[in-house]
């Protein structure tokens, strides 16, 4: 099993019936594999704030419950899980964060432990497939027996690697009863959340004292010139590349084993800590006195920025690379956006109309690479909207009378998560300006799952379908058009008008997602050669599936899907369909 599918399985044999949470790589397919369990509700919320409110409600009634998300998406969450950290649980709570050292699809490397000793919640990192099942299936004990939500932490490499899981007896699940009133426990008013407070602290104790019993921490002793402390895929990176050292391995990373690792510390002659991204083990292991090397003690010593590999640690220790480096001279492949796909019109004309566009986070996040060129800023989930609006009214603050094009882009699905209320907000404060909504009906950068526009559920039944177009309105937005992306001249027209109105003009650019199976795709066009002038403007649109052969254009049969966007742009007449 993939680490995904490993968690997916632990959870639903440990009886959990309740499973949420926002899709966000490297996390996506642990809801998509609940999704096929019997017995287990799950769903795909607006975002991730809710999706762990939703499951702390199925905890509260007793049901055993898994939130998942990405690492940036714990920041979205952080609001309840802070405060969960004070209540505590019903049934069994488990949240996975999926780490995504490398930053292999996300905007930052932020190293989600640190969430675990600011809530002050205890934390799980497996370093395989086969702990991921088995660290699931104990998270929901502990949660239980220490009334406490549980963090499971994984990367990229344990979520996406394959290995072998020996699966253990499924749990018979608890069924979920009407909750009895607890406002002691779940009232958190300033009185009693000071009295749960003093809890939570008595609790951090009583962790640290299971973590010293914790069996999957574990010491192993070879060479004692040479010992190790690591967690998660950075062990099995020291294994590899230091077959010969002693190496503590922590299962659970916070709250730290103190009295086994004191007594590692005193077993071998010299101490490291290796781990990706922050020195957050060095610093709890410095911090009980201990002399180890480590990034703080040592710059350098390993790479703060991006992931580990073996190499790289047989590095650290003075070894040779144990993999020849990549061939040199190789062409860099940038990922692009596909061929037809609808949000290239959009940039095309935004970029041609000198926009600053304040972008969002999806698939369009591309169109910043030239030849495009038209994405600005990437924030975070929803932040394009706001930030548009910030850029506007610093410029009319300033009364010196300019008006620059300034448009903020956001994808349907991430209007969901989090776009609303940006927009809201904008309406509100008397703000003006150009919002497109990218509403291609999935979401597409994730691997095509379903959200409140599409009228479908994570497990593929129908649903509530929630019109964009009636939403914005449904603010007092007036100036609300849906157009068609694949249209050049007509997007140009709404680009180019002026409003006359007061607020933000919003335009819903609507295509389905060329990945979507259903999509009917036209003839592919060609190059008529005699025609063509070779001048490259259809290279501007920045597409795949045209190329430059001898001077003219080429388009190739097998990637174009008939959208004919380079037809709008040739001047010449060149482009036809096949």
Same mark, same amino acid.
């Given at each position: 099993?993939?680490?995904?599918?490993?968690?997916?399985?632990?959870?639903?044999?440990?009886?959990?019936?309740?499973?949420?949470?926002?899709?966000?790589?490297?996390?996506?397919?642990?809801?998509?594999?609940?999704?096929?369990?019997?017995?287990?509700?799950?769903?795909?919320?607006?975002?991730?704030?809710?999706?762990?409110?939703?499951?702390?409600?199925?905890?509260?009634?007793?049901?055993?419950?898994?939130?998942?998300?990405?690492?940036?998406?714990?920041?979205?969450?952080?609001?309840?899980?802070?405060?969960?950290?004070?209540?505590?649980?019903?049934?069994?709570?488990?949240?996975?964060?999926?780490?995504?050292?490398?930053?292999?699809?996300?905007?930052?490397?932020?190293?989600?432990?640190?969430?675990?000793?600011?809530?002050?919640?205890?934390?799980?990192?497996?370093?395989?497939?086969?702990?991921?099942?088995?660290?699931?299936?104990?998270?929901?004990?502990?949660?239980?027996?220490?009334?406490?939500?549980?963090?499971?932490?994984?990367?990229?490499?344990?979520?996406?690697?394959?290995?072998?899981?020996?699966?253990?007896?499924?749990?018979?699940?608890?069924?979920?009863?009407?909750?009895?009133?607890?406002?002691?426990?779940?009232?958190?008013?300033?009185?009693?959340?000071?009295?749960?407070?003093?809890?939570?602290?008595?609790?951090?104790?009583?962790?640290?004292?299971?973590?010293?019993?914790?069996?999957?921490?574990?010491?192993?002793?070879?060479?004692?010139?040479?010992?190790?402390?690591?967690?998660?895929?950075?062990?099995?990176?020291?294994?590899?590349?230091?077959?010969?050292?002693?190496?503590?391995?922590?299962?659970?990373?916070?709250?730290?084993?103190?009295?086994?690792?004191?007594?590692?510390?005193?077993?071998?002659?010299?101490?490291?800590?290796?781990?990706?991204?922050?020195?957050?083990?060095?610093?709890?292991?410095?911090?009980?006195?201990?002399?180890?090397?480590?990034?703080?003690?040592?710059?350098?010593?390993?790479?703060?920025?991006?992931?580990?590999?073996?190499?790289?640690?047989?590095?650290?220790?003075?070894?040779?690379?144990?993999?020849?480096?990549?061939?040199?001279? !190789?062409?860099? =492949?940038?990922? +692009?956006?596909?061929?037809?796909? &609808? $949000?290239? @019109?959009?940039?095309? #004309? /935004?970029?041609?109309?000198?926009?600053?566009?304040?972008?969002?986070?999806?698939?369009?996040?591309?169109?910043?690479?030239?030849?495009?060129?038209?994405?600005?800023?990437?924030?975070?989930?929803?932040?394009?909207?706001?930030?548009?609006?910030?850029?506007?009214?610093?410029?009319?603050?300033?009364?010196?009378?300019?008006?620059?094009?300034?448009?903020?882009?956001?994808?349907?699905?991430?209007?969901?998560?989090?776009?609303?209320?940006?927009?809201?907000?904008?309406?509100?404060?008397?703000?003006?300006?150009?919002?497109?909504? !990218?509403?291609? =009906?999935?979401? +597409?950068?994730?691997?095509?799952? &379903? $959200?409140? @526009?599409?009228?479908? #559920? /994570?497990?593929?039944?129908?649903?509530?379908?929630?019109?964009?177009?009636?939403?914005?309105?449904?603010?007092?937005?007036?100036?609300?058009?849906?157009?068609?992306?694949?249209?050049?001249?007509?997007?140009?027209?709404?680009?180019?008008?002026?409003?006359?109105?007061?607020?933000?003009?919003?335009?819903?650019?609507?295509?389905?997602?060329?990945?979507?199976?259903?999509?009917?795709?036209?003839?592919?066009?060609?190059?008529?050669?005699?025609?063509?002038?070779?001048?490259?403007?259809?290279?501007?649109?920045?597409?795949?599936?045209?190329?430059? =052969?001898?001077?003219?254009?080429?388009?190739?049969?097998?990637?174009?899907?008939?959208?004919?966007?380079?037809?709008?742009?040739?001047?010449?007449?060149?482009?036809?369909?096949?």
């Amino acid at each position: 099993m993939s680490g995904n599918e490993a968690i997916a399985r632990g959870a639903s044999d440990a009886g959990a019936t309740v499973a949420t949470g926002y899709p966000g790589t490297p996390s996506t397919e642990i809801l998509e594999a609940l999704a096929s369990c019997p017995g287990v509700y799950a769903e795909w919320s607006v975002n991730e704030k809710v999706a762990l409110e939703v499951a702390s409600g199925a905890s509260i009634a007793g049901a055993r419950a898994l939130c998942s998300m990405k690492h940036v998406g714990l920041n979205v969450a952080a609001d309840p899980l802070m405060t969960l950290s004070y209540t505590g649980v019903g049934g069994g709570l488990v949240i996975v964060t999926a780490d995504d050292p490398g930053h292999h699809s996300s905007q930052n490397e932020q190293d989600n432990r640190n969430y675990a000793a600011f809530a002050k919640l205890p934390m799980l990192e497996p370093s395989d497939s086969e702990e991921a099942y088995h660290f699931t299936r104990i998270a929901f004990d502990i949660s239980e027996s220490f009334d406490t939500p549980v963090l499971i932490r994984t990367t990229t490499r344990v979520s996406h690697s394959k290995s072998i899981v020996t699966a253990g007896e499924p749990s018979t699940a608890k069924p979920a009863e009407p909750p009895r009133p607890d406002p002691a426990k779940y009232v958190m008013i300033p009185g009693i959340s000071e009295k749960r407070h003093e809890l939570v602290e008595d609790r951090l104790g009583r962790l640290g004292w299971y973590a010293d019993t914790f069996p999957h921490n574990t010491a192993e002793y070879y060479d004692t010139r040479v010992g190790i402390i690591t967690s998660g895929i950075s062990y099995q990176y020291v294994r590899e590349a230091m077959p010969e050292a002693s190496v503590f391995k922590l299962g659970m990373s916070y709250p730290l084993p103190v009295d086994r690792l004191k007594e590692f510390a005193k077993r071998v002659e010299r101490l490291y800590v290796v781990e990706e991204l922050d020195p957050f083990i060095e610093t709890q292991v410095r911090s009980l006195g201990i002399e180890v090397t480590g990034r703080l003690s040592e710059p350098g010593f390993l790479p703060i920025v991006g992931e580990l590999s073996p190499g790289a640690v047989a590095a650290a220790f003075g070894k040779k690379p144990l993999v020849p480096a990549a061939a040199e001279g !190789l062409p860099a =492949r940038p990922p +692009a956006l596909c061929p037809g796909c &609808p $949000h290239r @019109g959009v940039f095309y #004309t /935004l970029g041609r109309l000198g926009y600053f566009v304040a972008g969002d986070i999806g698939c369009y996040t591309l169109a910043h690479q030239a030849p495009l060129s038209a994405v600005h800023t990437t924030l975070c989930m929803g932040a394009g909207i706001g930030q548009a609006h910030g850029i506007l009214k610093a410029l009319e603050a300033s009364g010196d009378g300019r008006r620059p094009r300034v448009a903020a882009v956001i994808g349907d699905s991430t209007f969901m998560h989090s776009g609303m209320t940006g927009l809201l907000n904008t309406y509100y404060n008397n703000g003006g300006g150009t919002v497109i909504i !990218l509403d291609n =009906r999935t979401t +597409a950068m994730t691997g095509l799952q &379903p $959200h409140p @526009g599409t009228g479908l #559920t /994570l497990k593929a039944r129908h649903a509530g379908h929630a019109d964009i177009k009636e939403v914005v309105s449904g603010m007092g937005i007036s100036d609300v058009t849906v157009a068609d992306p694949y249209d050049l001249s007509s997007m140009e027209r709404l680009l180019t008008r002026d409003t006359g109105t007061e607020g933000p003009r919003v335009i819903i650019a609507r295509r389905p997602c060329v990945l979507i199976g259903k999509v009917n795709k036209r003839r592919p066009c060609r190059v008529e050669a005699v025609k063509c002038a070779g001048c490259g403007d259809c290279l501007w649109l920045a597409c795949p599936a045209i190329s430059l =052969r001898d001077g003219r254009a080429e388009i190739a049969g097998s990637l174009c899907t008939g959208c004919t966007l380079c037809r709008q742009v040739c001047t010449f007449g060149a482009v036809e369909h096949a």
